[in-house]
T-cell receptor, first 113, second 109 residues
Framework: EAQVTQNPRYLITVTGKKLTVTCSQN?????MSWYRQDPGLGLRQIYY???????DKGDVPEGYKVSRKEKRNFPLILESPSPNQTSLYFC????????????FGPGTRLTVT | GIQVEQSPPDLILQEGANSTLRCNFS?????LQWFHQNPWGQLINLFY???GTKQNGRLSATTVATERYSLLYISSSQTTDSGVYFC???????????FGKGMKLTVNP
């Protein structure tokens, strides 16, 4: 089954404790992206990757890091999480090109206390 | 960059009613997607519709790209239609989707 997977699905952590949210897709998509969703704001892009070893900032990159060492994986790293990073996070992937739609993972609900 | 606005922000319906959700975008787009976020937070792709009309069961969508809007129609609504509906647009050479703030639909039995 074609899908985007994320782990963990739920995470409660404390301020300053480094964490990684994994994202993997099995559709051989070049493009991958991370979004965060906050009440009343919709989804906003954090980082994206056009292909292996090619990443760039989205609209709200502060406090996050990413890497793209393999085509299928695009982990999101929070080196020193803070309470304002409490949010619902989505990973997405797609083929390059305007005719293709994005597919989203199931989401990771993160709470930083 | 492009702005995406959705209306109405909230809608409450009785089961069986029809509804129309509107998405306006500020500039020309080459991609428009509609999503349903269920009560568990999952985003479900409903339509990829940069232009024209598509139908899937009780749902249909129309995008009029020249007039910069898209409509999502829900007919004979069911309680399982409840949740938040997002439209998202992409323009130019960017792969980024710009989301509206969402429309919360509540369908009462």
């Amino acid at each position: 089954e074609a899908q985007v997977t994320q782990n963990p699905r739920y995470l409660i952590t404390v301020t300053g404790k480094k964490l990684t949210v994994t994202c993997s897709q099995n559709m051989n998509h070049e493009y991958m992206s991370w979004y965060r969703q906050d009440p009343g704001l919709g989804l906003r892009q954090i980082y994206y990757s056009m292909n292996v070893e090619v990443t760039d900032k989205g609209d709200v990159p502060e406090g996050y890091k990413v890497s793209r060492k393999e085509k299928r994986n695009f982990p999101l790293i929070l080196e020193s999480p803070s309470p304002n990073q409490t949010s619902l996070y989505f990973c997405a992937s797609k083929n390059q090109g305007v005719i293709y739609e994005q597919y989203f993972g199931p989401g990771t609900r993160l709470t930083v206390t | 960059g492009i702005q995406v606005e959705q209306s109405p922000p909230d809608l409450i319906l009785q089961e069986g009613a029809n509804s129309t959700l509107r998405c306006n975008f500020s500039d020309s787009v080459n991609n428009l997607q509609w999503f349903h976020q269920n009560p568990w937070g999952q985003l479900i792709n409903l339509f990829y519709i940069p232009s024209g009309t598509k139908q899937n069961g009780r749902l249909s969508a129309t995008t009029v790209a020249t007039e910069r809007y898209s409509l999502l129609y829900i007919s004979s609504s069911q309680t399982t239609d409840s949740g938040v509906y997002f439209c998202a647009a992409r323009q130019g050479g960017s792969e980024k989707l710009v989301f509206g703030k969402g429309m919360k639909l509540t369908v009462n039995p």
